[in-house]
């Protein structure tokens, strides 16, 4: 029986090719440190000393970058409320204009 991360490293590996097939160029895969990715980044070549994983039929390197969970609340509660700072609205709608 596969594991979890067997089955993430599969799904990783999947999307990697499938975006590449029809003309994407993937770059970094990001997520956090779980022990589930790691596992699976470990089954794709990933270490310490490597942070670039051996995806098949890929021409470049896909590296991986991890993000911590501060970062991503942040995010995540920045995509859902405005910020007021002295008067002047932070908001999502001007990140989602300008790119």
């Known amino acids: 029986m596969e594991t979890g991360s067997g ?17 994407l160029s993937v770059r970094c895969v990001v997520c956090d440190q779980a022990a589930t990715n790691i596992s699976a980044l470990e089954q794709l070549g990933f270490s310490e000393s490597n942070p670039v994983l051996e995806v098949v039929q890929v021409s470049q390197p ?30 999502w709608k001007f990140v989602r204009r300008t790119s």
């Open 7 to 23: 089955i993430l490293a599969r799904l990783i590996t999947a999307c990697i090719q499938k975006l590449s097939n029809v003309g």
């Open 62 to 91: 896909v590296n991986v970058v991890f993000v911590p969970h501060l970062m991503k609340n942040v995010r995540n509660n920045f995509s859902k409320y405005d910020i007021d700072i002295g008067g002047k609205v932070c908001s």
